[in-house]
C-alpha cells in the first residue's frame, strides 16, 4: 500500500517529521521510515544526513556510515553542527581529510568560536559553498567573529545566537579584519540591549562599514533591568539611550536596506525606532513581540507605521506571542486601518497578523474594514508559545 502512494504524498509525510540534529527520537522516526518501503527509503535518507553533528567521535560513525552505504550520503548533508574544541581538532581533521568535503552543505553552527577561528582555513576547504554560519559563544570579540568568517568564498549570512559582544577595544581598531566581501545578512538571536549596541559600534567604527540588505534582531530584556555586565539600568532605559549605534547604523545603510525582522520581550523597546525613516528601500517588514501581561503593542506597532517611508514595502507581518489574553479594544485597530491606508502603504500587498486568540483572529477583520476592502489583510493563528 506504502509503496502505492504518490510521491508527492510521501515527500508531504516525511517533510513532517522533519526535526532538528538533537531531537533523537524524531531522528529515529525518520530512520524507521525507511524500512516501510524501497520507495521510502531515498526520501527518508535525506531527511536524516541533512543536518549532522560533527566531532571527534560522530565523525568516525560517518565515515563508517558513509563506507557501508549505496546511498551518496555526504550529498545529502545541507547543515553541519561542530561540537569539537581543542584538543580534539588533531584528530578530528585526520578523519576530516579521510571524508573528504562536503559539497552539498551551506549551513555551519560552532559554539567554540576561537577553536573555529583558528581552523576556518581548513574548515573552508573542506566546506566550499557555506554561505551561513551561526556562532554561540559567551563573549565574542568583534573581529575575531569576522575573521572567522572571511576564509568562506561563499559566506553570506551571519547568525549571532545569545552572543556576548564586550565593548570594543578602540587599540584594536588600528587592525581592520578582512570582511567578507559578500557579507549582506545578519541575524542576532536572544541578546540584550548591550551587547547589540557593542555590535553595531564595532561595525560603525570600521573603516569599511560593511552593507547589509537583510537583519533580524532579537532583543531580550535584561530580568530586572541588570544588564550582562552587572550594572542596573533605569525602567525607561530604552526610550532614553534609544540604541544610538543601532540608529545610526540604519542611518548609515539607508536604502540600500531590504529586509527587516525586529523581535522584542518588551513592547517599548527599540522595535519603533525612529532611524527607520532612513530606510526607505525596505520590501519586508517583520516584528514579533513576545509579551506579558500589561503590554499594549498597538501603540508601538502604530509609532513603527509612522517612521515608515517605504514605497517598495509590500510585507508587513506583526507575530504574536503571548499567554496573556488580549484585550481588544476597537478604536487602536480602527486607528492601526487608517495608518495602513496612507498613501506610503499604497504598494502593501499583505499586511499579516499572527495571533494565538480565536477571538482576534474573528474579530479583526471587521475591525480593519479598510485593508480588508484592498485584500491585503491576513490573520492567521499561531501557537501561544
Known amino acids: 500500500m506504502a509503496a502505492a502512494l504518490p510521491q508527492e504524498l510521501v515527500d508531504l509525510i516525511l517533510g513532517e517529521l522533519q526535526t532538528d540534529e538533537f531531537d533523537f527520537l524524531g531522528r529515529h522516526t525518520i530512520a524507521r521510515c525507511g524500512l516501510v518501503c524501497r520507495n521510502w527509503l531515498p526520501l527518508s535518507r535525506t531527511h536524516l544526513f541533512a543536518h549532522v553533528i560533527l566531532n571527534d567521535r560522530s565523525i568516525k560513525k560517518l565515515l563508517s556510515v558513509v563506507a557501508a552505504s549505496s546511498f551518496p550520503i555526504l550529498t545529502f548533508i545541507r547543515a553541519v553542527t561542530l561540537t569539537v574544541n581543542a584538543a580534539q581538532y588533531k ?97 542576532l538571536g536572544f541578546m540584550t540591549h548591550r551587547d547589540i549596541e557593542n555590535l553595531f559600534e564595532a561595525l560603525l567604527s570600521l573603516d569599511t562599514i560593511p552593507i547589509l540588505s537583510s537583519l533580524s534582531i532579537y532583543s531580550r530584556k535584561p530580568k530586572k533591568h541588570v544588564d550582562r555586565l552587572g550594572s542596573h539600568l533605569p525602567p525607561d532605559f530604552l526610550e532614553e539611550n534609544a540604541f544610538e549605534f543601532l540608529q545610526g547604523y540604519l542611518c548609515h545603510i539607508g536604502s540600500r536596506l531590504r529586509h527587516l525582522k525586529l523581535e522584542s520581550e518588551n513592547a517599548h523597546s527599540y522595535i519603533a525606532l525612529p532611524a527607520l525613516e532612513h530606510n526607505t528601500g525596505l520590501e519586508s517588514l517583520a516584528l514579533q513581540f513576545n509579551y506579558g501581561p500589561g503590554t499594549d503593542i498597538l501603540p508601538t506597532l502604530l509609532r513603527v507605521l509612522s517612521h515608515l517611508h517605504a514605497p517598495r514595502l509590500s510585507t508587513v507581518t506583526v507575530d504574536v506571542v503571548s499567554h496573556v489574553h488580549p484585550t481588544i479594544v476597537p478604536e487602536e485597530w480602527h486607528a492601526l486601518d487608517r495608518a495602513l491606508a496612507d498613501e506610503c502603504f499604497e504598494g502593501l500587498r499583505t499586511f499579516t497578523m499572527r495571533t494565538p486568540w480565536a477571538e482576534l483572529e474573528e474579530e479583526l477583520p471587521g475591525h480593519m474594514p479598510l485593508s480588508r476592502a484592498r485584500g491585503i489583510l491576513r490573520v492567521q493563528a499561531r501557537a501561544r508559545w
Open 91 to 187: 584528530a578530528f581533521k585526520t578523519v576530516f581529510h579521510q571524508l573528504g568535503s562536503l559539497p552539498q552543505a551551506t549551513t555551519l553552527r560552532t559554539s567554540n568560536l576561537f577553536t573555529f577561528a583558528e581552523n576556518s582555513d581548513f574548515l573552508s576547504t573542506h566546506f566550499p559553498h557555506i554561505s551561513v554560519l551561526v556562532f554561540r559563544h559567551k563573549d565574542a570579540p568583534f573581529l575575531e567573529v569576522l575573521n572567522a568568517a572571511s576564509p568562506f568564498p561563499s559566506f553570506k549570512s551571519l547568525c549571532l545566537e545569545s552572543v556576548g559582544f564586550p565593548p570594543l577595544p578602540h587599540e584594536s581598531l588600528a587592525s581592520e579584519p578582512r570582511i567578507p566581501p559578500h557579507w549582506d545578512s545578519l541575524t
